[in-house]
């Protein structure tokens, strides 16, 4: 059973960056297509980014696009978000999700694994 879990989230300063893990557990990430979602207090959770399991596809949300850059390293099973030049809005849980497909989505519901969130906050 892959098993998912988030780190990196923290309270930054507007302009500032962080850098999230998703590390799994349980089962290579090789055949796993996986994504970052988050979730504001009052809102649904929606998709940040994606990377396909082979990592040749990529998805931005358009309101991360040249911000945040997703990666992996399947010899670490980890996968990661490097967020840049945050912004207030960016505050939300953050959480990967994981999918054993070849292509990834952007939906909540094209996922069958998901981590607990890591909390970022972005305030002055």
């Known amino acids: 059973q892959l098993q998912l879990v988030e780190s990196g989230g923290a309270l930054v300063q507007p302009g500032g960056s962080l850098r999230l893990s998703c590390a799994a557990s349980?089962?290579?990430?090789?055949?796993?297509?996986i994504g970052w979602f988050r979730q504001a207090p009052g809102k649904e959770r929606e998709g940040v980014s994606c990377i396909s399991s082979s990592g040749w596809s990529i998805n931005y949300a358009d309101s991360v696009k040249g911000r945040f850059t997703i990666s992996r390293d399947n010899a670490k099973n980890t996968v990661y978000l490097q967020m840049n030049s945050l912004k207030f809005e960016d505050t939300a849980v953050y959480y990967c999700?994981?999918?054993?497909?070849?292509?990834?989505?952007?939906?909540?519901?094209?996922?069958?694994?998901w981590g607990q969130g890591t909390q970022v906050t972005v305030s002055s």
């Open positions: 999700a994981a999918v054993r497909a070849a292509y990834c989505s952007d939906y909540v519901s094209g996922y069958d694994y």
């Open positions: 349980g089962s290579t990430l090789d055949y796993y297509s």
